[in-house]
């Protein structure tokens, strides 16, 4: 008896380690742009929240896809919708995406890297911070606020 109670009190702690010592991914789950600003040399480009402006982004295991939504030219008549998503990388405070879903043929393909921070059921996205981007996207970057959905 007292060789089985020693042999579970040894065993135990490994499979409460397997669950609580996970690191979980910081960027899984739905996340609710609240603002981005995204700027090039001659143009800056801002986005607020509202009901009908929004942008849904999911984060799975290895992929990603967003959503997005709004009004165009004030019309509550003229909805527009729009998307794209493909893989990622995370690594630290550093996010690889992949673009393999795109309206924009150019961009298929390309990853594009970004900072983020990560606080609570807040993520800020930064970048894209490396330089090989496809025609039309070099030098803008921009700055994205999202807050996690449940």
Do not use: H
Request: glycine share 8%; proline share 4%; net charge negative.
């Amino acid at each position: 008896m007292k060789k089985a109670l020693f042999l579970l009190f040894m065993v135990s702690p490994l499979f409460f380690t397997d669950c609580t010592n996970q690191k979980s991914n910081p960027v899984e789950g739905f996340w609710d742009l609240q603002y981005y600003e995204w700027t090039s040399p001659d143009t800056t480009v801002t986005f607020t929240r509202t009901e009908l402006d929004r942008q849904v982004k999911v984060f799975g295991k290895e992929y990603f896809t967003f959503i997005i939504q709004s009004v165009k030219n004030d019309s509550l008549d003229m909805v527009v919708t729009d998307g794209g998503g493909g893989t990622y990388v995370l690594k630290g405070d550093t996010l690889v995406e992949t673009i393999q879903l795109f309206p924009e043929k150019g961009a298929l393909g390309y990853s594009m890297t970004y900072i983020i921070e990560t606080s609570g059921d807040s993520l800020i996205q930064k970048g894209p911070i490396n330089e090989d981007l496809p025609e039309g996207w070099k030098e803008w970057s921009g700055t994205e606020i999202y807050t996690r959905l449940e």
